[in-house]
């Protein structure tokens, strides 16, 4: 049964970048898309970006220009760094899986991890 | 960019129906899905594709898609279904998430 499991700094400084990953385990990372998706306290959710097993990346338009996704397929993990960090990036940071990736026009996430709190603050 | 509205809160009592719309431009033309986020859990989808249930969902839960909405029926609306639920689809090579739906079982 594959997990999913964020780990990264909870505190963040203003102006730094926030690193996460996500640790795929029981089952290989070299297959369906792999995402980060966001939810500020008491806020809804935001999707961030996703990386394919190809390497082929999508941003949110809103985040593109902070924002970098990458995989590493020997660990069989992904990341996720944003860059120049403020106030209104303290959420829960959530990695998820795609197994549908377009499918029949499907795109959803069917797999998600537990998240990881992040504040940015000094 | 495409914009998922959804009404704040739905109330239910206990074994009625609970009808959550989410509403969006054309949005029958795409496939919805949804999703039931419970406090401090992380989100679990209860239906794709409109209409399709994931392995494990009750079948008190349904979805349908016309129009400009898309609505998630939860029958016989259980205690445990007090959640919020997002819905959400994709448009123009992005994921996009409804606004939400706190849903209380009084």
């Known amino acids: 049964q594959v997990q999913l499991q964020e780990s990264g700094p909870g505190l963040v400084k203003p102006s730094e970048t926030l690193s996460l990953t996500c640790n795929v385990s029981?089952?290989?990372?070299?297959?369906?898309?792999w995402n980060w998706i966001r939810q500020p306290p008491g806020k809804g959710l935001e999707w961030i970006a996703y990386i394919y097993h190809s390497g082929r990346t999508k941003y949110n338009p809103s985040l593109k220009s902070r924002v970098t996704i990458s995989l590493d397929t020997s660990k069989n993990q992904f990341s996720l760094k944003l860059t120049s960090v403020t106030a209104a990036d303290t959420a829960m940071y959530y990695c998820a899986r795609d197994d549908s990736g377009g499918k029949s026009g499907n795109w959803y996430f069917d797999l998600w991890g537990r998240g990881t709190q992040v504040t940015v603050s000094s | 960019s495409y914009e998922l509205t959804q009404p704040p809160s739905v109330s239910v009592s206990p074994g009625q129906t609970a009808s959550i719309t989410c509403s969006g431009d054309k949005l029958g033309d795409k496939y919805v899905c949804w999703y039931q986020q419970k406090p401090g859990q992380s989100p679990v989808m209860v239906m794709y594709?409109?209409?399709k249930r994931p392995s494990g969902i009750p079948e008190r839960f349904s979805g349908s898609n016309s129009g400009n909405t898309a609505t998630l029926t939860i029958s016989g609306t259980q205690a445990m279904d007090e959640a919020d639920y997002y819905c959400q689809t994709w448009d123009s090579s992005s994921y996009v998430f409804g606004t939400g739906t706190k849903v209380t079982v009084l």
């Open positions: 594709q409109d209409k």
């Open positions: 029981g089952g290989s990372i070299s297959t369906d898309y």
